[in-house]
């Protein structure tokens, strides 16, 4: 069984960079695509980028470009999520999650998810 863990959320300051960190526990494979969400007051979980666990490559929303970069440690079995210049609309608790299909992923969708992590943007 895969278990998600997400980390380093909290108050911040509009402007501020923040990196949010997805620790994996239990095995990867070759075709694992881990994903980053967000789910703010009153909306649906949105997609935000994913990234495959072999190879690296990656994939963001619209929402996501810019100013948002994932990426993983393979040896260190975490994904992490790196926010820069963050916007009191990115408010929300973020998720990462893990599946074999960056459509999937891409739609919410996936075998296994984390508890979230809270990240709050002030004005």
């Known amino acids: 069984q895969v278990q998600l863990v997400e980390s380093g959320g909290g108050l911040v300051q509009a402007g501020d960079s923040l990196r949010l960190s997805c620790a994996i526990s239990g095995r990867t494979f070759s075709n694992d695509v881990m994903g980053w969400f967000r789910q703010a007051p009153g909306k649906e979980r949105e997609f935000l980028a994913a990234?495959?666990?072999?190879?690296?490559?990656?994939t963001y929303a619209d929402s996501a470009k810019g100013r948002f970069t994932v990426s993983r440690d393979n040896a260190k079995n975490t994904m992490y999520l790196q926010m820069n210049s963050l916007k009191p609309e990115d408010t929300a608790v973020y998720y990462c999650a893990i599946d074999d299909s960056f459509t999937k992923l891409s739609r919410s969708e996936a075998r296994y998810w984390g508890q979230g992590t809270q990240v709050t943007v002030s004005s």
């Open positions: 990234i495959r666990w072999s190879g690296g490559s990656t």
